[in-house]
């Protein structure tokens, strides 16, 4: 099973930029997905997860201007950015957990970073 973000890049202030983390290889099912970020000198932290009903929940500061979606029949998750703040700056990397096989356990599994940079 491999995760594969796309996306980030570098982005003046008050701009938008579009996440996307599709997982392939031996799925059987996906439970929740979702988006971490970790800035220099700073603690990974969960930026927005979701579902597979689509539930989701933010982290306080990107609620109102991030949003999470993910596409069940293609295996990948998305994050919208928009309002992007130089705060926002940070390494995002994507985690799904993942059922391989049924019955089963299902595991954790990581994307690899994905650079976003807000200019001021």
């Known amino acids: 099973v491999q995760l594969q973000a796309s996306g980030g890049g570098l982005v003046r202030a008050g701009g938008s930029l579009r996440l996307s983390c599709a997982a392939s290889?031996?799925?059987?099912?996906?439970?929740?997905m979702g988006w971490y970020r970790q800035a220099p000198r700073k603690q990974r932290e969960l930026v927005a997860a979701?579902?597979?009903?689509?539930?989701?929940n933010y982290a306080d500061s990107v609620k109102g201007r991030f949003t999470i979606s993910r596409d069940n029949a293609k295996n990948t998750v998305y994050l919208q950015m928009n309002s992007l703040k130089p705060e926002d700056t940070a390494v995002y990397s994507c985690?799904?957990?993942?059922?391989?096989?049924?019955?089963?356990?299902?595991?954790?599994?990581w994307g690899q970073g994905t650079q976003v940079t807000v200019s001021s």
């Open positions: 979701i579902t597979r009903g689509g539930s989701t």
């Open positions: 290889g031996n799925i059987f099912s996906i439970n929740d």
């Open positions: 985690n799904a957990d993942i059922l391989a096989h049924y019955p089963g356990r299902s595991y954790d599994y």
